[in-house]
């Protein structure tokens, strides 16, 4: 997966990363799940947005995902011509495709800082337990 170069994108609103079969029923969880959610949020003064990151028809070329025909009784719009089920892709594969999700969206100003207070408060709590220690 190539990374964007910038900002991360969705910075300043909070970002739901959607996994789900490629199939129709797939798009429509992902689409009823987005406005309702945004919906909500926004009454609430909130901005979400709804990114599908898998299954996508780009990664079922991509890794030779199986598919299988559209279902006859499904009669609800579909941009492909078959389906496939998200536990195609491999763990390691998915795991992949989830960490570059979140790290094309993380802040790196954001998570340097995170780490340099978490460093300070690491030495802090060895301060005050080798205090502790020297007062026993």
């Not at 994108?9 to 990363?17: D, M, W």
């Not at 799940?33 to 926004?42: G, I, K, M």
């Not at 960490?99 to 995170?114: K, L, N, S, T």
Request: hydrophobic share 40%; charged share 25%.
């Amino acid at each position: 997966m190539m990374r964007p170069s910038g900002p991360p994108r969705g910075a300043g609103k909070t970002v739901v990363l959607h996994l789900g079969d490629h199939d129709p029923s797939g798009e429509h969880l992902f689409s009823s799940l987005a406005e309702d959610v945004s919906a909500f949020a926004a009454a609430a003064g909130a901005v979400v947005e709804f990114e599908r990151v898998a299954v996508t028809a780009h990664q079922v070329a991509l890794y030779g995902l199986p598919t299988a025909p559209l279902k006859a009784s499904d009669r609800r719009s579909f941009a492909d011509t078959a389906t496939t089920q998200a536990e195609a892709l491999s763990p390691d594969v998915l795991a992949t495709i989830v960490r570059e999700a979140i790290e094309d969206r993380r802040d790196p100003g954001a998570h340097e800082q995170a780490l340099a207070r978490e460093e300070s408060e690491r030495h802090a709590i060895r301060d005050r337990l080798r205090g502790l220690a020297g007062s026993q």
